[in-house]
Nanobody, 128 residues
Framework: HVNLVDSGGGLVQAGASLRLSCVVSGVIFSAYDFGWFRQVPGREREFVAG????????HYSDSVKGRFTISRDDAKNTVELQMESLKPEDTAIYYC?????????????????????WGQGTQVAVSP
């Protein structure tokens, strides 16, 4: 069982930046791929970004590509999401997750149903 704790959300104005963190415990961090998703009430959880075990494989949704950067720090067992040029439509609860198996493709990282474990979520709100 992968334990994930999300943090770093907040209320910001459009154009601002935020950095989300996901601290992982209970497993060998380097053995896992990770992803960030977001969700607004009444809608399905939406893929944001994913990163492979070595950090060489990264994928992003089209809506965040060029503005968000996912990274991992194996020394700190942490996955981070640097968010730049935030827009009101980025407002959501953001969740870090660990897919159950190996992921290499965008298709694998982007399917929430393949993720067994999730953080508790961190709220991001972007005002116009």
């Amino acid at each position: 069982h992968v334990n994930l704790v999300d943090s770093g959300g907040g209320l910001v104005q459009a154009g601002a930046s935020l950095r989300l963190s996901c601290v992982v415990s209970g497993v060998i961090f380097s053995a896992y791929d990770f992803g960030w998703f977001r969700q607004v009430p009444g809608r399905e959880r939406e893929f944001v970004a994913g990163i492979g075990k070595t950090g060489d494989i990264v994928h992003y949704s089209d809506s965040v590509k060029g503005r968000f950067t996912i990274s991992r720090d194996d020394a700190k067992n942490t996955v981070e999401l640097q968010m730049e040029s935030l827009k009101p439509e980025d407002t959501a609860i953001y969740y870090c997750g660990a897919p159950a198996g190996d992921c290499k493709t965008w298709r694998c990282f982007s399917q929430a149903r393949l993720y067994d474990d999730w953080g508790q979520g961190t709220q991001v709100a972007v005002s116009p």
